[in-house]
């Protein structure tokens, strides 16, 4: 059984910074990719970042040069760093792992607000 907990959300203000993590565990013999998607209330899930096994990433259009990616492949971890959060930022954050089957964690909230 495949497990995937995110950790680091929170109440943050414009133009502040927050780090997301999110650890997978269990039976895994090879991850194709992690990422992230994100969900406001009453808009339709949309992704956020992904890397893949060979570290190729890919943002969505509304947090290029903003949000950054990373993972540490030995810990089955992957990192979203995110820069200069506008409040259009708020949702909650959604991270998945892509072995054959995709394998989803329960979300973390995200709130940027003053």
């Known amino acids: 059984q495949v497990q995937v907990v995110e950790s680091g959300g929170g109440l943050v203000q414009p133009g502040g910074s927050l780090r997301l993590s999110c650890t997978t565990s269990?039976?895994?013999?090879?991850?194709?990719?992690m990422g992230w998607y994100r969900q406001a209330p009453g808009k339709e899930r949309e992704l956020v970042a992904a890397?893949?096994?060979?570290?190729?990433?890919n943002y969505g259009d509304s947090v290029k040069g903003r949000f950054t990616i990373s993972r540490d492949i030995a810990k089955n971890t992957v990192y979203l760093q995110m820069d200069s959060l506008k409040p259009e930022d708020t949702a909650i954050y959604y991270c998945?792992?892509?072995?054959?089957?995709?394998?989803w964690g329960q979300g973390t909230q995200v709130t940027v607000s003053s």
């Open positions: 998945y792992v892509q072995l054959v089957d995709k394998y």
């Open positions: 269990g039976i895994i013999f090879s991850i194709r990719a």
């Open positions: 890397i893949s096994k060979l570290r190729k990433t």
